[in-house]
Each structure stands twice: as structure tokens, then as C-alpha cells.
């Protein structure tokens, strides 16, 4: 029999797809938002559940996966611990409300099978992904969450990792990640092991795999409604740059305006034959 695992924060389905290619079954998948379903969905085959994770009950859980996993994958949302978010920011109450998500995906996961009829009653093991800076403004949430799943009876191991290295060569992107593996002593005793570190791949030997996006598409892989001079631009743009690196043909420039220059950082260079005007936004012709 295959090993089994439950998705919960399951997003689009990156990790769902993953474990599909490891050989898992999958017994559930759960996210809250709609697009991320239709998603995970059509790049997996497998079914999402659109649930909010904050008022689902240990009971609920029970009965959408009746069957304890081997393993619980989640990904509770990171913008309150993320640097992208200032830190004054990430103490609101909306912020707050983020954070304490991860706490609560954890309680489900202990919780909800320990009332089952055979089988396991416990996760064998629990993956928790996230940004590396939980473990300082998450700090004090991260140790209840050690607490209460070493009070479980979980060996719990936490790291930094690159995405793309862990991956073994698989994954084309050079990001650093928080994880933490927990590991159910009394089912689970045999010690995990690391995975092989591989170099991270070109973007073109990932993309190739995606299936084609459409503008009329279901959930976020879809086809942006760019007009044929945007995709022109884009398309003048060389591998590894930017919108600073377009031909003069195609350039918009912006206004040299100071307060610009001032909140960019970017000192504007004339070019006679590049497109001026306000925001640099003109119509292609002039």
C-alpha cells in the first residue's frame, strides 16, 4: 500500500504534486481559497476541499478524511512572519489572526484522529512549511507549537533549507524556507534521513512541464490579457533583465521627475530616441 498524506493550507498544490511523485496518496487536500482548489485540482487530479481552516472543527476533519495519513503537509500563511511585511504591520490584529493559523493547523492535525475506529490515531509524520523569519516574529508561536507536539509524543527537528537544493535538482528557484518535521517516536521509529542536495534547474526545464495557460482558464494559471505591444516588450526583454534592459525601440521612459528619482532610487539617463512623458506611460506610436 502506498503511504498516505493530508494537505492542509494545500495552496495551489506544489507540495500536493510533490508528494504525488513520491508515490503518496493523498486522502485530502484543504485550502481557502477557491482559485488555489481549481488549481491544485487540475495540476494534480486529486480532489481540494475550499474550507476555512479557522472554523473547521476537529469533527469536520474526521469526516472529510476519514483515515488517519502517515504524513500531514501544511503550509499555514506566512505574510505575518514574512520581511515583505513591515513588522508594525505584522502585530495587528488582521496579522495576528495569519499568524495564529499555524497554531491551528497543527491542533487539527493531533486532534483529529484520535478517535478513530482502527488504524492510526496519530499522524506519523507532521511537515510544517514556512518563511525563515518565523522563528523571530513567530517566535512565542513556534514554541507552542514545539510544546504541544513534543507533549504528543513528537521528536521535532526545525531548519533553514534553499528550495531548490533540497529539491535534489528539481525545482528552479534559489529561495530559502523554514521547516519543521515532527516525527511520531511511537509509529515512526526509525530516524528520517536528508535528502540529496542538487543544483537548482534553468526555469525553462520547469516551465515546459506546466500545461499551457489560457486566458480563460480556471484558478491563477492563467494567461495575463496583455495587449500584442506588451507581449512585444516583454518578449525584447533579455534572460536576466529587466524593464531597464528593453531596446530604445520599445522603451518607455519615465518623467525625470526628482520626487521619482527620489522614491525609486534609479537615476533616469536621457535618451533621445526612448519614449517621455508622465509615468512613461504614452501610447506606443508617439
Not at 530516524?191 to 512541464?209: D, H, Q
Not at 527620489?262 to 535618451?271: E, L, V
Request: aromatic share 6%; glycine share 8%; net charge neutral.
Amino acid at each position: 500500500m502506498p503511504p498516505t498524506v493530508v494537505h492542509l493550507f494545500a495552496g495551489s498544490g506544489g507540495t500536493a504534486l510533490g508528494f504525488q511523485r513520491a508515490g503518496f496518496r493523498s486522502l485530502g487536500a484543504f485550502d481557502f481559497d477557491p482559485r488555489a482548489c481549481a488549481d491544485l485540482e487540475q495540476g494534480t487530479g486529486e480532489k481540494a476541499t475550499c474550507v476555512d481552516l479557522r472554523t473547521m472543527e476537529v469533527a469536520d476533519l474526521a469526516r472529510a478524511a476519514p483515515v488517519c495519513p502517515d504524513v500531514v503537509a501544511m503550509s499555514a500563511p506566512c505574510v505575518g512572519f514574512s520581511g515583505c511585511l513591515a513588522e508594525s504591520l505584522s502585530r495587528t490584529d488582521k496579522y495576528r489572526d495569519f499568524n495564529d493559523l499555524a497554531l491551528r493547523g497543527v491542533q487539527l492535525a493531533l486532534e483529529a484522529w484520535k478517535q478513530a475506529p482502527s488504524g492510526r490515531r496519530a499522524p506519523g509524520i507532521i511537515v510544517f512549511e514556512n518563511v525563515p523569519r518565523i522563528r523571530s516574529r513567530g517566535k512565542e508561536l513556534l514554541k507552542q507549537i514545539v510544546d504541544l507536539l513534543h507533549a504528543e509524543g513528537y521528536a521535532v527537528h526545525m531548519e533553514d533549507h534553499c528550495c531548490a537544493e533540497l529539491a535534489g535538482g528539481e525545482l528552479a528557484q534559489e529561495r530559502p524556507r523554514f521547516m519543521l518535521v515532527a516525527r511520531h517516536m511511537a509509529t515512526v521509529p526509525d530516524f528520517l534521513r536528508r535528502p540529496r542536495v542538487g543544483r537548482p534547474l534553468a526555469i525553462r526545464e520547469v516551465l515546459w512541464e506546466l500545461p499551457r495557460p489560457r486566458p480563460d482558464a480556471n484558478g491563477m494559471h492563467r494567461l495575463p490579457r496583455l495587449s500584442n505591444r506588451n507581449k512585444l516588450r516583454l518578449a525584447c526583454i533579455p534572460a536576466g533583465g529587466d524593464w531597464r534592459d528593453l531596446p530604445a525601440e520599445v522603451y518607455l521612459y519615465p518623467c525625470d521627475s526628482a520626487e521619482l528619482e527620489a522614491a525609486t532610487g534609479i537615476q533616469w539617463r536621457p535618451n533621445p530616441g526612448r519614449h517621455q512623458g508622465k509615468l512613461g506611460v504614452l501610447d506606443w506610436d508617439l
